[in-house]
């Protein structure tokens, strides 16, 4: 499996951005996917995971109420919709598969990563 992610770049803090997450080399319909940020000199943390029906999801909690997570089966596809968004979000963002549909909070239960996208948030 390779996932592709896109969307990143710079925007004032309260804007928004939308990440996308395609994967290809075989399907991860049944797959749980979400995203993770990492940020200079700190640990990759969940932002927002989601199970491999899309019915489930789970938020960090820096963005709750700000980010949501979807995914299109069909286009094999994931999507992270930032608003109001803040300079402490500012980190590269990895989005990640595992074989199993059922979510994780941890990025070590993640068996494919993308290449990661930056987002940087001016204040």
Known sequence: VQLQ??????VQAGGSLRLSCAASGRTVSGSAMGWFRQAPGKERVLVAVVNGN?????????????????RDIA???VYLQMNSLEPEDTAVYYCAARRGSAYSMFPSSYDYWGQGTLVTVSS
């Open 54 to 70: 899309g019915g489930s999801t789970y938020y960090g909690d820096s963005v709750k109420g700000r980010f949501t997570i979807s």
């Open 5 to 10: 992610a896109s969307g990143g770049g710079l």
């Open 75 to 77: 286009k094999n596809t």
